[in-house]
């Protein structure tokens, strides 16, 4: 599998606070690959001189082997954006978002209807196409923001916190559309605060903090790293401590040692939450 | 080129879907201020002035054109871009589009023509109704439609400049108020201090003044104010695309 993305010595610079240091990034053409990280880690910088808006201090980002300071406008046909707030025009249906993303790539007006009537449907919004944004619910302005973003048949999709603020029903039907759009093809790249999203989401997850990369692997890898079994104690004075070990044997021996009246002891299969809260020293939810 | 004003209209093509839906209450808005200052100013206390030669009234009404064609454009250009950008941050799509930033500094500010010659019209109807020796000729048409291009431009540029929604309140006070009540709006510039003209002659208001109110009343028509609007125009225009150009790519 070849590299779609290629970020060598990012740097950026905001005053005197560097929000990205020397970052060095490969994400493969083809996979759901997750950027994780607490608030200030350089999420948001590293994804806006991908996306073409911010230019970085130096090193170099390369989209299919395209500089994107250099051949920015070739890159921006080759990706599509979903931002976290929702960027539809609130003065236009969703029809007219459509139109207005599609002639901003330049689509030719018989492509361009045709392509907008599919993807329409794609999205389960054929009901919905000729209502403006506001009366439409969360989840349909969200799929009706992704649908724009794909007007132009993009390689890459970049999802920032595509379901933030969603219910569960329609966070799980927001899963449901990103593998369907992977598996049709489109590179998929996604910043979540939801642990479980990257977990049921993403082949490979990078984590960044204080503008570095500190980790990088599967879900199952970086799990692996640390101890596929976590052992979690409660009601102890200093609040509840984890111990990680690699298999069950490990973690009920440690358990029989400091069996305790006064705390509770639960013993569990590790999760990414726990890679993240052990690298960055902070809850995803706190981040 | 064809590119180009493909792009160009691309960028406007939401805003005249919206003006389209809305024409009806923006033109009205727009004109609650020109219709007062024409009633308070021209009927109130002007009515049987003259200047320089004219009636206080037909005087006025080229100067609440140049006035309208100031607030209308900017305000239309610099207003939404201005939510867009900081607000609902719509305004990254256009830049994360391949289409040049020109095509967008240029789109957003045909915005604000459109809605300043819409109202700007409205006035011209009723000024020509109220004082029949005003002169709309193609001089007067052209030197509307630089200042509406000028301070459309002007109201990019300030949109991509300001931080925070107060900032843009704030510059419309220290900017665009003073230039409303200075620039030979409502008095002849011959009525004040030397000294004091010569900076009042440093604001585009000033020019767009001069231009249209002689064009109007058939003057000597000032070519050097209408090359000094042009001149205000492209330089908010290259400072806009300066702004844009060095924080995005």
């Known amino acids: 599998m070849d590299d779609l993305i290629t970020i060598d010595r990012l740097t950026k610079n905001y005053g005197k606070v560097e929000a990205v240091k020397e970052l060095d990034l490969k994400v493969r053409r083809g996979e759901i690959f997750g950027f994780l990280g607490p608030n200030g880690a350089g999420k948001t910088t590293t994804m806006r001189v991908m996306t073409t808006l911010t230019k970085p201090n130096s090193g170099r980002v390369s989209i299919d082997g395209l500089d994107v300071v250099k051949e920015g406008e070739r890159v921006k046909e080759l990706i599509g954006v979903v931002q976290q707030h929702l960027s539809l025009d609130r003065d236009?249906?969703?029809?007219?978002n459509m139109v207005l993303h599609a002639r901003l790539h330049r689509m030719r007006s018989t492509e361009r209807e045709n392509r907008i009537r599919e993807l329409i449907e794609y999205a389960g919004l054929s009901e919905h196409a000729d209502k403006m944004v506001d009366v439409l619910s969360g989840g349909m302005k969200k799929r009706a923001t992704i649908m724009c973003a794909l007007l132009h048949r993009p390689q890459l999709l970049f999802l920032d916190e595509p379901t933030v603020g969603l219910d569960a029903q329609t966070r799980r039907r927001m899963w449901d559309l990103v593998r369907r759009l992977n598996s049709d093809g489109t590179t998929i790249f996604l910043t979540t605060h939801y642990i479980e999203e990257a977990q049921a989401l993403c082949d490979r997850v990078g984590i960044i903090d204080h503008g570095r990369l500190i980790a990088l692997g599967s879900p199952l890898e970086l799990r692996q790293k640390l101890g596929m079994v976590a052992?979690?104690?409660?009601?102890?004075?200093?609040?509840?401590?984890?111990?990680?070990?690699?298999?069950?044997?490990?973690?009920?021996?440690?358990?029989?040692?400091?069996?305790?009246?006064?705390?509770?002891?639960?013993?569990?299969?590790?999760?990414?939450?726990?890679?993240?809260?052990?690298?960055?020293?902070?809850k995803v939810g706190d981040a | 080129m064809s590119n180009a004003i493909t792009d160009i209209y691309s960028v406007l093509w939401p805003e005249l879907r919206f003006l389209r839906r809305h024409w009806l209450s923006i033109l009205a808005t727009s004109l609650v201020s020109p219709v007062l200052y024409l009633v308070a100013f021209g009927y109130g206390l002007g009515n049987n002035l003259t200047v320089e030669g004219v009636s206080y009234i037909a005087f006025i009404i080229p100067g609440i054109v140049a006035l309208t064609s100031m607030t209308v454009s900017f305000g239309g250009a610099a207003m939404k871009l201005n939510v867009d950008r900081l607000y609902y941050k719509s305004f990254d799509e256009f830049l994360m589009s391949p289409i040049s930033h020109s095509s967008i500094v240029v789109g957003k500010a045909l915005l604000g023509v459109v809605r300043g010659l819409l109202s700007c019209g409205a006035i011209i109807v009723m000024g020509v109704f109220i004082s029949?020796?005003?002169?709309?000729?193609?001089?007067?048409?052209?030197?509307?439609?630089?200042?509406c291009l000028a301070f459309s431009f002007f109201g990019v540029f300030a949109a991509l400049v300001v931080n925070s929604h107060q900032s843009m309140s704030t510059f419309n006070s220290l900017v665009m108020l003073p230039m409303t009540f200075l620039c030979g709006t409502f008095f002849a510039l011959s009525q004040v201090p030397e000294a004091v003209r010569m900076v009042l002659y440093v604001l585009p208001l000033t020019q767009s003044s001069e231009c249209i109110r002689s064009a109007a009343l058939g003057e000597h028509f000032p070519w050097i104010s209408l090359i000094a609007l042009v001149g205000f125009g492209a330089i908010f225009y290259f400072a806009s695309m300066y702004k844009l150009k060095k924080s995005s790519i």
């Open chain 1, 92 to 96: 236009l249906s969703i029809r007219e």
């Open chain 1, 231 to 282: 052992v979690e104690m409660q009601g102890d004075n200093n609040g509840t401590r984890y111990q990680y070990f690699s298999d069950r044997a490990g973690a009920t021996r440690f358990v029989q040692d400091i069996a305790s009246q006064d705390q509770t002891i639960i013993i569990r299969e590790s999760n990414l939450e726990d890679v993240f809260v052990e690298l960055t020293g902070q």
């Open chain 2, 132 to 147: 029949p020796q005003l002169i709309i000729d193609p001089l007067f048409i052209l030197s509307l439609l630089v200042s």
